[in-house]
């Protein structure tokens, strides 16, 4: 699994940082991408990286505000002009479906695929055999909600040695074996599918939350997560005007990753009055309470591999 950031600034552009959008890359395990808020430029911002916009099936949009959709339409054209095909699935708070609807009508567009809306409440909104995609709103000046992503446990890997040592021929019985179930030879020999099969392995977790001032329903999505994604629009000095807004600052992320007992922490949605060194200070600030912490940039990318976060390039 990968992360990449698009955007990573708050309520409009600046020469630093273009406004929301992250990719969750799930090509190793779905061979698909998915897409969490679409602000203005999103699509330019892709270009500059590997994401090939047929391969995201699914984008799941926080909030209506227009640093988080505005660069929507657009994108959902440009996937339409470079090929992709596909079915793609949107999730989102109420009225998504109405304006991308109207968007198109007024503009004359037209994909060539179809497009799924998925009004978002609280609960799970997305579950197949290998995730599940839960949902709770948050507390911002608009409804905002933020999403965690569950991989469920992998099954352990097919130990080949073992296997062909036991007797098991090539075929479909290995096959079998690897999905859990025990088989019987032509000799009549019992092969469990335990003895031949590594332990089964854990997901991971992150959670993706839109944004937010201080939020209860933050910690119960973060809840031992590998990794949380949480706004920080402000600095600590400015707290009670980041309430006032319905944001957050660097220390309430990390006051919502102690409570949650998250160990990575990514924070974005930095307000354009920050310059490169004081994103430093809020970082260090950060460190002080959750040591893996990061204050992303745009185009950066971690990759989760062997149960570790690390940056894997960055802008």
Not at 213 to 227: H, I, K, Q
Not at 247 to 271: C, D, E, G, P, Y
Not at 281 to 309: C, S
């Amino acid at each position: 699994m990968q992360i990449q950031f698009l955007g990573t600034g708050a309520g409009m552009p600046s020469k630093g940082r273009n406004v929301s959008s992250l990719a969750l890359k799930l090509l190793e395990e779905r061979g698909t991408i998915w897409l969490f808020d679409c602000g203005e430029a999103t699509q330019h911002l892709v270009l500059h990286t590997t994401i090939k916009p047929r391969k995201i099936d699914k984008i799941f949009i926080t909030h209506l505000h227009g640093d988080h959709i505005f660069g929507l339409p657009g994108f959902l054209g440009s996937r339409s002009f470079l090929g992709g095909d596909g079915p793609l699935t949107i999730y989102g708070p109420k009225g998504i479906e109405e304006w991308i609807l109207l968007t198109f009508k007024i503009t004359g567009t037209h994909l060539g695929y179809p497009i799924r809306f998925v009004e978002v409440n609280e609960g799970i909104i997305f579950e197949d055999e290998q995730f599940i995609v839960k949902a709770m709103p948050l507390e911002h000046v608009v409804p905002s909600y933020g999403y965690r992503i569950e991989q469920k446990q992998q099954k352990g890997t097919l130990l080949m040695d073992k296997a062909v040592a036991l007797g098991v021929p090539k075929g479909p019985l290995l096959g079998r074996l690897k999905n859990g179930e025990d088989i019987v030879l032509e000799d009549g020999t019992v092969v469990r599918s335990i003895e031949v099969t590594e332990e089964p392995k854990k997901g991971f977790t992150v959670t993706i939350l839109g944004d937010t001032m201080y939020s209860e329903n933050s910690v119960r999505l973060s809840e031992e997560a590998d990794v949380l994604i949480h706004e920080s629009t402000f600095d600590a000095s400015l707290e009670e005007g980041a309430a006032a807004y319905g944001h957050s600052t660097n220390l309430i992320a990390a006051k919502v990753a102690q409570k949650a007992r998250v160990k990575n922490l990514l924070l974005n949605h930095i307000s354009a009055r920050y310059l490169s060194e004081d994103a430093s200070k809020m970082v260090h600030e950060v460190r002080k309470i959750i040591p893996n912490a990061y204050i992303v940039k745009d185009l950066d990318e971690f990759t989760w591999l062997h149960g570790e976060l690390k940056q894997t390039s960055k802008k």
